[in-house]
């Protein structure tokens, strides 16, 4: 892609909800990002909702493939798990998915199904992408306290997934950071995002479970498709969906909860639900 000499790419103007992270500024460079950068990222989601890092990834090639393998072996456990309860018929993973009702009703302390061929699946703290210490940065710029990581997990996205599924995580003021640790087709089922479609946008009374294009009061989507190592940060509140995976690959894109310490999700991470691996 073309570049300007200030090393700005021409779809930059066009996408004013990415932000390039210089080489210099990434894990494998100085490792900080710097305070132009922060502030362009805060302000994209203040104003819009959400902000994609594209170019350098915030974290090396040795904690991205740590931790989607920490996420492989997890899944590996759970669809074991399934098999030897005979869940099969509800796992999201099932060749079959797209045919049974109740493909999204698979769901455990280890791992949940909102909607048909994905799995939300949470993982240990010490298994997780790490607290990056700019993301903390810039979440405390967004809700003006000491923030911390509160959730550690994967959204995996299998061939058989269904339709677009629309919605917003909640009120509190959080802010997820996915990134992916490998590299997948355009057509592997990569979140989209509504831009003002958060708590301060004007599009904030719109349908949380209807498209975009389709809400009364209009809008946009936007695909935040990801190469290795880039992050797309949405606030709790902003509309967001996984979108059909039309690949053959397995898609797991790594995510990570910052927030405030009194800000804890008990709707999306409920510890109330049966444990898969106590049945």
Same mark, same amino acid.
């Given at each position: 892609e073309a570049e300007t000499a200030a090393g700005i790419e021409l779809n930059d103007f066009v996408e004013p909800w990415v932000v390039r992270v210089p080489a210099q500024?990434? @894990?494998? =460079? @100085?490792?900080?990002?710097? @305070?132009s950068t922060l502030q362009q990222a805060a302000e994209s989601i203040k104003n819009r909702g959400f902000v994609i890092l594209r170019g350098a990834s915030l974290f090396t090639d040795r904690e991205l493939e740590r931790a989607h393998e920490a996420a492989i072996r997890q899944f590996q456990i759970v669809q074991a798990q399934a098999s030897t309860l005979g869940l099969d018929a509800f796992a999201p993973w099932h060749a079959l998915c797209k045919e049974l009702i109740g493909a999204n009703l698979f769901k455990f302390q280890e791992a949940v199904s909102y909607s048909k061929g994905?799995? !939300?699946?949470?993982?240990?703290? !010490?298994?997780?992408? +790490?607290? +990056?210490? !700019?993301?903390?940065?810039?979440?405390q710029e967004l809700f003006g306290e000491e923030c911390k990581v509160s959730a550690h997990g994967a959204f995996w996205n299998f061939p058989c997934s269904g339709p677009a599924h629309w919605h917003r995580d =909640?009120?509190?003021?959080?802010? %997820?950071a996915v990134t992916t640790g490998r590299s997948y087709p355009e057509d592997a089922g990569f979140m989209s995002l509504q831009p003002f479609s958060h708590a301060a946008g004007y599009l904030a009374a719109s349908d949380a479970h209807t498209s975009p294009m389709e809400c009364d009061e209009g809008g946009v989507e936007v695909s935040s498709i990801?190469?290795?190592g880039e992050t797309v940060l949405f606030l709790y509140s902003t509309k967001h969906a996984p979108t059909p995976n039309l690949s053959d690959v397995e898609r797991c894109l790594l995510y990570s909860v910052y927030g405030p310490e009194h800000a804890c999700d %008990?709707?999306?991470?409920?510890s109330t639900l049966p444990s898969l691996l106590d049945l």
């Amino acid at each position: 892609e073309a570049e300007t000499a200030a090393g700005i790419e021409l779809n930059d103007f066009v996408e004013p909800w990415v932000v390039r992270v210089p080489a210099q500024e990434g @894990a494998e =460079g @100085a490792g900080r990002l710097s @305070a132009s950068t922060l502030q362009q990222a805060a302000e994209s989601i203040k104003n819009r909702g959400f902000v994609i890092l594209r170019g350098a990834s915030l974290f090396t090639d040795r904690e991205l493939e740590r931790a989607h393998e920490a996420a492989i072996r997890q899944f590996q456990i759970v669809q074991a798990q399934a098999s030897t309860l005979g869940l099969d018929a509800f796992a999201p993973w099932h060749a079959l998915c797209k045919e049974l009702i109740g493909a999204n009703l698979f769901k455990f302390q280890e791992a949940v199904s909102y909607s048909k061929g994905r799995l !939300d699946m949470p993982l240990p703290p !010490d298994q997780g992408l +790490h607290a +990056h210490p !700019d993301l903390l940065r810039l979440s405390q710029e967004l809700f003006g306290e000491e923030c911390k990581v509160s959730a550690h997990g994967a959204f995996w996205n299998f061939p058989c997934s269904g339709p677009a599924h629309w919605h917003r995580d =909640g009120g509190l003021p959080l802010l %997820t950071a996915v990134t992916t640790g490998r590299s997948y087709p355009e057509d592997a089922g990569f979140m989209s995002l509504q831009p003002f479609s958060h708590a301060a946008g004007y599009l904030a009374a719109s349908d949380a479970h209807t498209s975009p294009m389709e809400c009364d009061e209009g809008g946009v989507e936007v695909s935040s498709i990801l190469k290795r190592g880039e992050t797309v940060l949405f606030l709790y509140s902003t509309k967001h969906a996984p979108t059909p995976n039309l690949s053959d690959v397995e898609r797991c894109l790594l995510y990570s909860v910052y927030g405030p310490e009194h800000a804890c999700d %008990t709707v999306n991470l409920r510890s109330t639900l049966p444990s898969l691996l106590d049945l």
